[in-house]
């Protein structure tokens, strides 16, 4: 394989490692109160996208996210072999990275979220969720290349918060968070309906940032 299916796998597997394993260290520390464990959670996440996507993006583009290697694949800025190649780096490197904080953690390596996440609140959730990270990255790359790293790591900390789903907004981690049964996870049954969400709010930003971000050849 590529440099690029290794940087998403790689990147994909401290990612997800870090969304899990962040959420089951606030949540023992925290003693019941939510709002400083989904903090603890957000902290984190978003210190560690800015390092995965600072590192790797000159690799891959630091995707670690189907929805946005979809959009990019829609633009034309992919060839669908290079597209497929990096949905399954994040989705062989992101479950592994489940796994691992499980160990860590003196959790079972294997088992399933009972946590319930469903209704059109939620839904509504993801696709805003999803529509606004894909519409921050077309943004920023069109106008501050340099930036997407604070960029998307200060959106996803913003988003946990204002969105009633605390921000998915990627198919492959939302996969990967049924595979817990920890404060990040999400209920297997739920997971079709939130992807479906991430999907149509994803190619609701390409259309958007065409229309907002276009430069004479039409792309954004």
């Given at each position: 394989?590529?440099?690029?299916?290794?940087?998403?796998?790689?990147g994909s597997?401290?990612?997800?490692?870090?969304?899990?394993?962040?959420?089951?260290?606030a949540?023992q520390l925290?003693?019941?109160?939510i709002?400083?464990?989904l903090l603890?959670?957000?902290?984190?996440?978003?210190?560690m996208?800015?390092?995965?996507i600072?590192m790797?993006?000159p690799?891959?583009?630091?995707?670690?996210?189907?929805?946005?290697?979809?959009?990019?694949r829609?633009?034309?800025?992919?060839a669908?072999?290079t597209?497929l190649?990096?949905?399954a780096?994040?989705f062989?490197g992101?479950?592994?990275g489940?796994?691992?904080?499980?160990?860590?953690?003196?959790?079972?390596?294997l088992?399933?979220?009972t946590?319930?996440?469903?209704?059109?609140?939620?839904w509504a959730g993801e696709?805003i969720?999803?529509?606004?990270?894909?519409?921050?990255?077309?943004g920023?790359?069109r106008?501050r290349?340099?930036?997407?790293?604070?960029?998307?790591?200060?959106?996803?900390?913003?988003?946990y918060?204002?969105t009633s789903?605390?921000s998915?907004?990627n198919?492959?981690?939302?996969?990967?968070?049924?595979?817990?049964?920890t404060?990040?996870g999400i209920?297997p049954a739920?997971?079709?309906a939130f992807?479906a969400?991430?999907?149509?709010?994803?190619?609701?930003?390409?259309?958007?940032?065409?229309?907002?971000?276009a430069?004479?050849?039409?792309?954004?």
């Amino acid at each position: 394989m590529s440099r690029d299916f290794w940087a998403e796998a790689i990147g994909s597997f401290f990612l997800f490692c870090t969304v899990i394993g962040s959420g089951i260290m606030a949540e023992q520390l925290a003693g019941g109160n939510i709002a400083v464990a989904l903090l603890g959670n957000t902290i984190a996440t978003g210190a560690m996208l800015y390092v995965l996507i600072g590192m790797l993006g000159p690799l891959s583009g630091a995707h670690f996210n189907p929805a946005v290697t979809l959009v990019f694949r829609l633009r034309g800025d992919l060839a669908s072999g290079t597209a497929l190649r990096l949905i399954a780096g994040q989705f062989i490197g992101g479950l592994p990275g489940v796994w691992a904080a499980h160990l860590m953690f003196a959790r079972p390596i294997l088992e399933l979220s009972t946590k319930v996440r469903t209704g059109p609140g939620q839904w509504a959730g993801e696709f805003i969720a999803t529509f606004g990270l894909v519409f921050v990255i077309l943004g920023t790359l069109r106008h501050r290349p340099q930036g997407v790293p604070a960029a998307v790591a200060l959106y996803i900390v913003a988003a946990y918060w204002f969105t009633s789903s605390t921000s998915f907004a990627n198919p492959a981690i939302t996969l990967a968070r049924a595979l817990t049964d920890t404060f990040a996870g999400i209920a297997p049954a739920d997971v079709p309906a939130f992807i479906a969400a991430q999907l149509l709010g994803a190619v609701a930003a390409l259309l958007a940032g065409q229309a907002v971000f276009a430069d004479d050849e039409g792309k954004a």
